[in-house]
């Protein structure tokens, strides 16, 4: 077979990283396509074809051939959660601080500093916004995988619950260099400042996804003819 | 009518295809099939989850066919439909006849 008849070897490297049982078809398909394709539209553009079919097709089969368990879907949907509500975080922080510290001397130090707006207003922020996020992404998913929504929820607070026991073992681990410091009192303070944040915001922010996956299970149940039955 | 030899909207297309194809009925073919008479362009591995599904169902069985060089060196797999898939489509067909009787699917009304 010529070079140019020959389909982009990453992309079909991309496929065979999903183990499908028809595999070996969908790439046989694609590349007696491919080769149609280079023979009438040239390689360039069938190169093109090529590298968008492999990616739509691994994205189908990734999400329907449910390879990717309701665990991947639900470690997704945490991590997509703590993302938007890091870059959420990130502009309310930049607003206030540009808003209320332009004066401050201490500007440059607070500019960056998730405690910047003061502790108990960074607490509020986190309590207020975290269910927002944790809603529409919970909502979202529940729309994307209806037929898993409900595990995707239970696997989901399970992810929710080891991360924050992660979370508390490093703090209570990794933090131990502070108070080797000499300033055990400043290391138990963020050590519970830390805690407080993370714990109260992660454990929102599932309650809310929960919520929001539930009520798009709900709403395809009403939905659904058999429901009825 | 058993629920579970009612088709969804996809499954009856593909079922619809595979027969039409007869014999030559595999992957190609029927992703260009589907994007002619009915203007989608499927995605191959959409194809083979629905077959796969109408496999396990009864409804389609398939064989593999020569490696060719233009493929890789990889085989095509043929679908032709059972008769319990026949009996499925012929099924969905009355179904869907019968649910759409006197309606006028045209816009500006609901009945003929």
């Known amino acids: 077979m010529p070079d140019e008849l020959k389909p982009p070897s990453a992309a079909s490297q991309l496929l065979s990283w999903i183990r499908d049982p028809h595999l070996p078809q969908i790439l046989g398909d694609m590349s007696e396509e491919y080769g149609e394709r280079a023979r ?56 206030w601080t540009e808003a209320m510290m332009w004066k401050s001397q201490y500007r440059p130090l607070l500019y960056r500093q998730s405690w910047g707006m003061g502790w108990p207003m960074g607490f509020v922020f986190e309590i207020l916004c975290a269910p927002l996020v944790g809603l529409a992404v919970g909502h979202v998913f529940g729309i994307a995988a209806p037929e898993r929504a409900k595990h995707v929820r239970i696997a989901a607070g399970v992810i929710w619950m080891v991360s924050i026991a992660c979370f508390t073992l490093w703090l209570f681990g990794g933090l131990q260099s502070l108070s080797q410091l000499q300033i055990p009192a400043f290391a138990l303070h ?39 039955s | 009518m058993e629920l579970d030899r009612m088709l969804g909207g996809f499954e009856h297309l593909l079922l619809l295809t595979v027969l039409r194809l007869d014999e ?8 260009k099939e589907i994007l002619e008479r009915a203007g989608k362009d499927v995605a191959i591995g959409a194809i083979y989850t629905a077959l796969d599904r109408l496999g396990k169902k009864g409804f389609v069985e398939s064989w593999l066919g020569e490696p060719t060089t233009e493929r890789g060196g990889r085989a095509k797999r043929f679908y032709r439909v059972t008769s319990a898939g026949r009996a499925a489509l012929v099924e969905t067909d009355r179904a869907i006849k019968n649910v759409s009787k006197g309606l006028k699917l045209a816009e500006g009304g609901s009945r003929a």
């Open chain 1, 40 to 95: 009438s539209l040239g390689a360039a553009a069938a190169r093109r074809w090529y590298w968008r079919e492999a990616i739509r097709n691994a994205g189908v089969l990734v999400w329907r051939k449910g390879i990717a368990g309701s665990a991947f879907i639900a470690f997704l949907a945490v991590l997509t959660t703590n993302i938007l509500f890091a870059i959420m975080a990130e502009i309310v922080w930049h607003m």
């Open chain 1, 190 to 228: 963020v050590k519970r400042l830390l805690w407080l944040e993370f714990v109260s915001r992660e454990l929102v922010s599932a309650g809310a996804f929960f919520i929001g996956a539930g009520v798009a299970l709900r709403r395809r149940k009403e939905a659904s003819p058999l429901s009825a």
């Open chain 2, 24 to 31: 030559r009925a595999y992957g190609v073919s029927i992703r």
